[in-house]
């Protein structure tokens, strides 16, 4: 191959680029906008639960149980409802998620030593957000028997057993802090397939591929040279996501920038390669992009680990997410980002990835040669 004529096809598709602002904008405009939107639209944070409130009791005792859900910041008080309300009207129009019914004698129970019944009714159509929710006022409901236990000994309420939790990497337990590393491989993986794609796509349907047939050009020059320019491209929206995310989300990288270098561009050699393939097999540019989306968008979000747990999934999805280059590529975001990890903690992953990277490459490589020959 020519270094010289491979330098000359990657400057004509730059300047092609550079002239054509969809392509831009796709290349480096999409990359940050879907980083902002899914980025503040994502989040399994589950705070601020609305609470409404039932209290037949109207006793000291009853406001602390009351008090203790509110104080939590998981749940906000909306609604002091009457005793006769309709809980089920409450919940069916949205007034809460939540409903904390006291019944009258709640003080009187509590103060004779026996069980006072308290109700606790929950929307369960976010499954979600009910589990957590539920979690929380289990949790709430826990504490403050441990403490109304102790007021009745008058013993001082301390624990058998010390417990410190101790949370690495993401103290917070923010969602953001996961997400954003896996919002970055469905990003590249999109844009990468789609922008080689509809490169050499283009081509095809302006003609201009047969005449680069006719000169001294040959295929892998041709192939190489129109898919550095997007290589570069890449890397460049990779870094502006990288900024945006640190001054968005607070999302900074912690590991070695040199190790993140290295799997992002393995990363995203298979991801032009499958852009390659992809072009191999379609003739108009709306039946690439159609391709290419879906090939690249719909694993990266539900069977890379992105969104849903693999572990979660049926045995045959999670033996198809072997196949998935979003998946290793996620692991290493996340050890390099999150946990300040370098590469050789996570040299297995890296491995399938240069494995699939030149698997991908040479299909896409031999299907667009012999199609050229």
């Known amino acids: 191959m020519s270094p010289r004529k491979i330098w000359a096809i990657a400057r004509k598709e730059l300047r092609q680029s550079s002239r054509d602002p969809l392509s831009l904008?796709?290349?480096?405009?999409?990359?940050?906008?879907?980083?902002?939107?899914y980025g503040f639209a994502l989040n399994f944070d589950v705070r601020h639960v609305s609470l409404a409130v039932v209290d037949r009791d109207k006793t000291a005792e009853s406001r602390d149980l009351v008090a203790a859900f509110v104080n939590s910041t998981y749940f906000?008080?909306?609604?002091?409802?009457?005793?006769?309300?309709d809980l089920g009207a409450v919940t069916e129009r949205r007034v809460a998620k939540a409903v904390l019914t006291i019944p009258e004698g709640y003080a009187r129970d509590?103060?004779?030593?026996?069980?006072?019944?308290?109700?606790?009714?929950?929307?369960?159509?976010?499954?979600?957000?009910?589990?957590?929710a539920l979690g929380?006022?289990?949790?709430?409901?826990?504490?403050?028997?441990?403490?109304?236990?102790a007021e009745a000994t008058g013993e001082a309420l301390t624990?058998?057993?010390?417990?410190?939790?101790?949370?690495?990497?993401?103290?917070?337990?923010?969602?953001?802090?996961?997400?954003?590393?896996?919002?970055i491989g469905f990003i590249l993986m999109?844009?990468?397939?789609?922008?080689?794609?509809?490169?050499?796509?283009?081509?095809?349907?302006?003609?201009?591929?047969?005449?680069?047939?006719?000169?001294?050009?040959?295929?892998?020059?041709?192939?190489?040279g129109k898919t550095l320019p997007y290589l570069g491209i890449s890397l460049t929206a990779t870094v502006i996501i990288?900024?945006?995310?640190?001054?968005?989300?607070?999302?900074?990288?912690?590991?070695?920038?040199?190790?993140?270098?290295?799997?992002?561009?393995?990363?995203l050699v298979g991801a032009l390669g499958f852009g390659l393939l992809v072009s191999s097999m379609a003739d108009t540019q709306a039946l690439a992009f159609q391709a290419g989306s879906v090939a690249s968008m719909l694993p990266a979000i539900f069977l890379s680990g992105f969104i849903f747990p693999i572990r979660a999934m049926p045995e045959i999805l999670q033996a198809i997410t072997y196949a998935v280059p979003a998946r290793y590529f996620n692991v290493i975001l996340r050890g390099i980002i999150l946990k300040g990890a370098g590469l050789d903690s996570y040299l297995q992953d890296l491995a399938f990835l240069v494995l699939y990277a030149a698997v991908v490459m040479g299909i896409a490589f031999f299907r667009l040669t012999r199609r050229e020959a």
């Open 25 to 37: 904008a796709m290349l480096l405009g999409v990359p940050t906008m879907m980083l902002l939107m």
């Open 136 to 149: 929380y006022a289990n949790s709430l409901v826990s504490d403050r028997n441990a403490a109304v236990r």
């Open 190 to 224: 999109l844009t990468a397939v789609l922008s080689t794609a509809l490169s050499v796509v283009r081509e095809k349907e302006r003609g201009t591929m047969e005449q680069l047939r006719v000169t001294s050009l040959r295929p892998g020059e041709l192939i190489v």
């Open 242 to 267: 990288l900024i945006a995310a640190r001054f968005l989300f607070g999302v900074s990288v912690r590991g070695p920038y040199l190790d993140l270098f290295v799997a992002t561009f393995v990363y």
């Open 110 to 132: 509590l103060a004779e030593g026996r069980t006072a019944p308290v109700q606790f009714v929950l929307d369960g159509a976010d499954a979600n957000t009910a589990t957590t």
């Open 76 to 85: 906000d008080q909306v609604a002091d409802l009457p005793a006769d309300a």
């Open 159 to 183: 624990a058998p057993i010390d417990y410190e939790p101790r949370v690495f990497y993401n103290p917070e337990l923010k969602s953001t802090q996961f997400l954003v590393p896996g919002l």
